[in-house]
C-alpha cells in the first residue's frame, strides 16, 4: 500500500540555520503531496502541498518540489525562526485510490536562539 | 464556527468504559474524515464520510469503534469498552468537496483521549 516515510527526529537547530527535513513516498498511483505543521497545542494545518510532478509548493519560507524520480517531496527554509519549532508532518493522497491522507511519523523541530 | 470543533478536547475513560467525541466541521464541508495519533506517530485513518454515507471505515481498528454522521453535518466517534491501548489523539477533519487531490483537508484540534 501507498506509504511515506520521513526523516528521524528530533531535529534541532539555530536561528537562520538552514533547514532540510527529507520525506519520501511509495504510491501505486500519481499522488499529491503535503507537508502539515502542528504546532504546540494546536492542530494540523497545511503549511505546503504539490499535485503533479515538478511542482513546487511554497509557503512561509517554506518549500518542497515534487520529484517523480526520486519520489521524494523534501522539505526546506533558507532561515529557520525559533517560531518555526513544531512537529511536520508529509503526507499524500492518491487520487485514483482510497480518499485519505497518508502521513509519514513526523519530524520534531526545535530552533534555538 | 471558523474551524473544525471537537469535544472534549481531553477526556480520561476507565478501562471498560464507553466514550463518545464529537466533530464540528467546517459548515458546508461534504467530506468528514477520522484519523487516530497515538504518542509520537503520525496520523492514522480511521474512516470517512460524504455527507451522511459512510464510504471507508477500513481503519476502524476493531467493532468497539463506530462512527456516524446522521444528518450529514456532525459526527459522533464511538469507542465501546476502552482499553489502554485506545489512548490517543483523535483527530477530525473536513474538506469542501470529494474531489481527492483538489481540495485542502482542515483538521480540528484533536481529542485526548487517556484509558486509564
Known amino acids: 500500500g501507498d506509504s511515506v516515510t520521513q526523516m528521524e527526529g528530533p531535529v534541532t537547530l539555530s536561528e537562520e540555520a538552514f533547514l532540510t527535513i527529507n520525506c519520501t513516498y511509495t504510491a501505486t498511483g500519481y499522488p499529491s503531496l503535503f507537508w502539515y505543521v502542528q504546532y504546540p497545542g494546536e492542530g494540523l494545518q497545511l503549511l505546503l502541498k504539490a499535485t503533479k510532478a515538478d511542482d513546487k509548493g511554497s509557503n512561509k519560507g517554506f518549500e518542497a518540489t515534487y520529484r517523480k524520480e526520486t519520489t521524494s517531496f523534501h522539505l526546506e527554509k533558507g532561515s529557520v525562526q525559533v517560531s518555526d519549532s513544531a512537529v511536520y508532518f508529509c503526507a499524500l493522497i492518491d487520487p485514483q485510490g482510497a480518499q485519505k491522507l497518508v502521513f509519514g511519523q513526523g519530524t520534531r523541530l526545535t530552533i534555538n536562539p | 464556527g471558523a474551524g473544525v470543533s471537537q469535544s472534549p478536547r481531553y477526556k480520561v475513560a476507565k478501562r471498560g468504559q464507553d466514550v463518545a467525541l464529537r466533530c464540528d466541521p467546517i459548515s458546508g464541508h461534504v467530506s468528514l474524515f477520522w484519523y487516530q495519533q497515538a504518542l509520537g506517530q503520525g496520523p492514522e485513518f480511521l474512516t470517512y464520510?460524504?455527507?451522511?454515507?459512510?464510504?471507508?471505515k477500513s481503519g476502524l481498528p476493531s467493532d468497539r469503534f463506530f462512527a456516524e454522521r446522521p444528518e450529514g453535518s456532525v459526527s459522533t466517534l464511538k469507542i465501546q469498552r476502552t482499553q489502554q491501548e485506545d489512548s490517543a489523539v483523535y483527530l477530525c477533519?473536513?474538506?469542501?468537496?470529494?474531489?481527492?487531490?483538489?481540495?485542502?483537508?482542515?483538521f480540528g484540534e484533536g481529542s485526548w483521549l487517556t484509558v486509564v
Open positions: 464520510f460524504q455527507n451522511e454515507a459512510q464510504l471507508d
Open positions: 477533519a473536513s474538506s469542501f468537496s470529494d474531489r481527492r487531490s483538489g481540495n485542502t483537508i482542515y
